[in-house]
């Protein structure tokens, strides 16, 4: 049987150019300090999501481009770490990114949990008023679905929060098997 190449032993052209995500540590580093600033960008909306059309539509913006920072974050982490699941700063990055994962999911949790209480039709008019929520319909049109079975704000938020929690498990697993 053939010993296991080391990650720094295998040739580059064998490996995973992840630049496109990200040209270095560094630079991931920049952006996952920015991300987790931006998360008080939505405080302004808490509580205002059914003032109109616009404001809605501008909180589900933000939201989307916060989930897409993320995305970019948690794909480079997650590829790092598993190109080279022994190497401490990739599993510290993995592990970082899943707390964040955990905090934007916590600060998005409210605006669900505002448009689900807003009135019945208000969301209907809001979508019919402002073509700017047209690429928020089918979300928007899917949480209505779910409103039956709502929890409060509160209740969705700390559920939301404890995403780290529950993946630990997980976490521990993919840990072992490097």
């Known amino acids: 049987m053939q010993d296991r190449l080391?990650?720094?032993?295998?040739?580059?052209?064998?490996?995973w150019d992840l630049s496109d995500l990200f040209a270095s540590p560094a630079q991931w580093e920049a952006a996952?300090?920015?991300?987790?600033?931006?998360?008080?960008?939505l405080d302004p909306f808490r509580g205002r999501l059914g003032e109109s059309a616009?404001?809605?539509?501008?909180?589900?913006?933000?939201?989307?481009?916060?989930r897409v920072r993320l995305m970019r974050l948690d794909t480079f982490a997650?590829?790092?770490?598993?190109?080279?699941?022994?190497?401490?700063e990739h599993q510290a990055a993995f592990a970082r990114v899943v707390a964040l994962a955990a905090r934007v999911a916590g600060s998005i949790a409210f605006v669900d949990a505002e448009a689900v209480a807003l009135p019945d039709g208000t969301l209907?008019?809001?979508?019919?008023?402002d073509s700017n929520l047209a690429?928020?319909?089918?979300?928007?049109e899917r949480l209505l679905e779910t409103k039956p079975h709502r929890l409060d704000g509160p209740t969705e938020g700390a559920l939301a929060a404890l995403g780290e929690v529950l993946g630990a498990p997980y976490m521990i697993y993919q840990r072992s098997k490097a």
């Open 135 to 140: 690429g928020h319909r089918v979300p928007l």
């Open 32 to 41: 996952f300090q920015a991300l987790d600033a931006a998360l008080a960008e």
């Open 78 to 88: 997650y590829l790092c770490n598993a190109q080279d699941g022994t190497n401490p």
């Open 54 to 66: 616009a404001t809605l539509a501008r909180c589900l913006d933000l939201v989307e481009s916060l």
């Open 124 to 129: 209907e008019r809001f979508l019919a008023e």
């Open 6 to 15: 080391a990650r720094a032993d295998v040739p580059i052209e064998s490996t």
